[in-house]
């Protein structure tokens, strides 16, 4: 049950946060003023692609954070869900203001000028698509916290299981 319970919320979460990343990649569709058709030809699908490998991003650095802390799959999921929503409305945003794309010298050279244009941002932030995805993000990171921690296993267990585990495959009755 907890396993299904875990899984089901995974997968909500993971739903969720692709579905805001797409919301945004139609904007930026909208932003350039092509149909959806136009946008298709000139590379749309593989934009959704990268929003899928995003996702894929978000949950494989949940899973690298078990893997070293043994526990806080959500901590990894937000961060890499995070950096992914923040980077794409990022790319949104300087387009509709500057109508070239978001570049890593750009970002580079003026992280520091964020504080300085944070009207402009609130300003062009207010578009209803922007609010949805974000509410669709923010639903995906409540589904990551709604999971019920796993019980912590002692280090003694897992050694335990490790060694049967190894004594199975010695043994060949995998």
Known sequence: MKLTRHLL?????????FISLVIIRIEMVGELDLTISQGLSTGLLRGIFYDF????????????????????????????????????LANLLHYRFFKIP??????????????VIQDSVKELAGAIPIGVSLFIFLLSM????????????SIKQETKSGRKQHLRIALGAV
């Open 9 to 17: 919320l995974n997968i909500l979460a993971a739903t969720a946060l």
């Open 53 to 88: 490998f995003m996702v894929v991003f978000a949950l494989t650095l949940g899973s690298i954070v078990v893997s070293i802390t043994g526990r806080a799959f959500g901590v990894g999921f937000f961060v890499g869900g995070l950096v992914s929503w923040l980077a794409s």
């Open 102 to 115: 978001l570049d890593w010298w750009i970002v580079e050279h003026h992280w520091q000028d964020l504080f």
């Open 142 to 153: 409540v589904a990551i916290a709604l999971r019920s921690p796993e019980p912590p296993t």
